[in-house]
DNA sequence: ATCTTTCGTCGAGGTGAGGT
DNA sequence: ACCTCACCTCGACGAAAGAT
């Protein structure tokens, strides 16, 4: 059975995304424009290299956005989720994707075509304010996380990442927070090896930090994470 | 110069899910 | 039931960098 696609007016996630300043017939002009898909896990929702044609807009799962490096090893530089907007800096830079989204598990996505976001964006200065301060937090991302990827040993890095997981798709009341995820997905966001990956993970499972049971990953003790994670803050 | 630590690579084995 | 495949895990080994 196909999914029904969400209305823009009623949607879950409307006070808390980009378009939260939306006015009422802004939101009906977008409902009208969008496309609503959903995906499989390991599919690929846009792809490093092509013209952006839009934004995305996550409604339910998963999504990881990677880029390829030059040695072949992806590396994981966002994770998204449900409420999250994808794909709007190159769109707005008119620069080709410089990584690929792709879902974690299933995932249900609406697609705003580009000209529709634009005349939102040229028309709605408060949309167009919360853009640029959501490229601002983006940005402020970034630069943390290439001085954590620069001066974190992996042990540290793999704290984070965890905790990283956790802050972003751990749902209200669900205690303790599990996750399922392949050593390679974590591996790519720690920025290491698969197998250096699994060695840590076995050290936090011997110390109580984690349990796993196949590729779920359980966080017990987070507090312990963070401790890992600050020390070389 | 030598030792130690960290981390990447390789190979092998175990496990679970899905297909036939 | 059996096979295949993907994934997880571990041990061994070696390179690189830092400490002594």
Same mark, same amino acid.
């Given at each position: 059975?196909?999914? =029904?696609?969400?209305?823009? =007016?009623?949607?879950?996630?409307? @006070?808390?995304?980009?378009?939260? =300043?939306?006015?009422?017939? /802004?939101?009906?002009?977008?409902?009208? #424009?969008?496309?609503?898909?959903?995906?499989?896990?390991?599919?690929?929702?846009?792809?490093?290299?092509?013209?952006?044609?839009?934004?995305?807009?996550?409604? #339910?799962?998963?999504?990881? %956005?990677s880029r390829m490096?030059?040695?072949?090893?992806?590396?994981?530089?966002?994770?998204?989720?449900?409420? $999250?907007?994808?794909?709007?800096?190159?769109?707005? $830079?008119?620069?080709?994707?410089?990584? #690929?989204?792709?879902?974690?598990? /299933?995932?249900?996505?609406?697609?705003?075509?580009?000209?529709?976001?634009?005349?939102? %964006?040229? /028309?709605?200065?408060?949309? #167009? !304010? @919360?853009?640029?301060?959501?490229?601002?937090?983006?940005?402020? @991302?970034?630069?943390?996380?290439?001085?954590?990827?620069?001066?974190?040993?992996?042990?540290?890095?793999?704290? /984070?990442?965890?905790?990283?997981?956790? *802050?972003?798709? =751990?749902?209200?009341?669900?205690?303790?927070?599990?996750?399922?995820?392949?050593?390679?997905?974590?591996? *790519?966001i720690v920025g !290491?090896?698969?197998?250096?990956?699994?060695?840590?993970?076995?050290?936090?499972?011997?110390?109580?930090?984690? !349990?796993?049971?196949?590729?779920?990953?359980?966080?017990?003790?987070?507090?312990?994470?963070?401790?890992?994670?600050?020390?070389? @803050?």
């Open positions: 059975m196909k999914p =029904q696609a969400p209305h823009c =007016q009623s949607c879950q996630f409307k @006070d808390s995304s980009l378009f939260k =300043q939306c006015h009422l017939h /802004e939101l009906e002009e977008l409902n009208e #424009s969008k496309c609503f898909n959903s995906y499989k896990k390991g599919q690929v929702i846009f792809h490093e290299g092509n013209r952006p044609l839009g934004i995305f807009c996550v409604y #339910s799962g998963k999504v990881k %956005v490096g030059s040695d072949g090893k992806e590396q994981i530089i966002r994770l998204a989720k449900k409420g $999250d907007t994808l794909g709007y800096r190159s769109l707005i $830079d008119n620069t080709k994707y410089t990584a #690929s989204a792709i879902a974690l598990d /299933e995932t249900e996505v609406c697609f705003i075509p580009a000209a529709e976001f634009n005349k939102l %964006v040229d /028309e709605n200065v408060k949309v #167009s !304010t @919360d853009l640029m301060k959501m490229l601002a937090r983006a940005l402020g @991302d970034t630069q943390d996380k290439l001085i954590h990827l620069a001066m974190k040993p992996v042990r540290e890095r793999l704290a /984070e990442a965890l905790l990283l997981l956790k *802050s972003t798709y =751990q749902e209200e009341g669900k205690n303790p927070f599990s996750i399922s995820i392949s050593r390679e997905d974590l591996s *790519s !290491t090896a698969k197998e250096t990956v699994i060695r840590f993970l076995s050290e936090f499972k011997e110390d109580g930090i984690i !349990t796993t049971h196949g590729s779920e990953i359980t966080i017990l003790n987070p507090e312990k994470l963070v401790k890992i994670s600050s020390m070389y @803050d």
